[in-house]
């Protein structure tokens, strides 16, 4: 699993075959969020998750199905990482190259485009923060006093 990301409610997923991305909701469980300091946005997605799990279930016009309307169904995940298991609902965690499965579209169809993670810094990892690092990080913006700093503007003084 190395470095990979995990898959949370709100990835996007694209298939091969369709015209528009899908955002997946997870539908399975309630309890385990990840990348969610307030735990009540990112819930885990699982290889549990399937069915109509995605908030329009379509992925625009199917080109399996001479450009019809897609009804986007997934019947199984592949590349789940099955040394980490959330109970309930007893399922292995997504991960950015898990695929998914339509009866259409055929095995594998469906791939993550982004896991649905973002970065959500607080206050106490800011204040925790290296500071040299985060002056070559981010050279122009001093996070712990949350003011804006030009290391160089006194060579612009006249």
Known sequence: MSLKEKVVQGATCMCNFGTTPDTLKVLTQSKYYINDHESNKKLAA???DIGPTFEKN???SCKKMNN???SA???EWSGYYEKEKYSPP???ILLEDSKATCPIGGKDCIKIIK???ISEPTQKQIQNADEELQSHV???INLKN???TFPYEHLNAK
Do not use: A, I, M, R
């Open 46 to 48: 699982t290889h549990k």
């Open 58 to 60: 379509t992925f625009g």
């Open 68 to 70: 019809s309307p897609c």
């Open 73 to 75: 169904v997934v019947t």
């Open 90 to 92: 007893d399922g292995y």
């Open 115 to 117: 896991t649905g993670q």
């Open 138 to 140: 981010s050279p122009f």
């Open 146 to 148: 949350s003011e804006l």
